[in-house]
């Protein structure tokens, strides 16, 4: 009977741990492995989860949609909502931005942001589907957490000169 009441006492704490740890990471955070090369060299791309980068997200930014200029963001692809991409956040809703290599400039929708990877050559963003639904961002990106040669905190920038408010 021992053994049945310490066997059943393991299954419970695990239980209650998976359990939190599955709200945590709904409602707080969410971990998620880059693949691709179109955010290079902020990361890198993965060809499996022990190689390329492992990246942390921070959920509380949804509650208000308080995001900033530069922010990497988590995001749902708007053609298939299943995909998930990981982008730089270059302009927010109701700012002009100046298309790249492009004379035109365009007006950002309310309830939309600009996306684009830091590796143009190989990212398929903002420049290709235009304006995302706020809506459809799950996190900013805040920290690799692996491999451990790579952990920090994920750098905040901005390429100068492209939006302009109102």
Known sequence: ???YSHLWSIAKKNVMAVALGITISDR?????????????PTFT???????????????????????SHGDVVLFKCPSNHKELFVKRL???????????GSPEIIKIPEGHCWVEG???????????????????V????????WPPSRIGRVERKMPQGR????
């Open 45 to 67: 791309a993965a060809n499996s989860v022990l190689r390329g980068d492992f990246v942390l997200a921070e959920r509380s930014c949804l509650e208000k949609y308080h995001f």
């Open 138 to 145: 799950n996190g900013t990106v805040t920290h690799i957490i």
């Open 1 to 3: 009977m021992g053994t």
């Open 118 to 136: 830091d590796n143009a050559a190989r990212s398929w963003d903002s420049r290709a589907f235009g304006p995302i639904p706020l809506g459809l």
């Open 163 to 166: 939006i302009s408010p109102a």
């Open 28 to 40: 707080y955070v969410t971990f998620v492995s880059v693949t691709g090369e179109s955010m290079h």
């Open 90 to 100: 270059i302009a927010l809703p109701g700012e002009w931005i100046q298309l790249p």
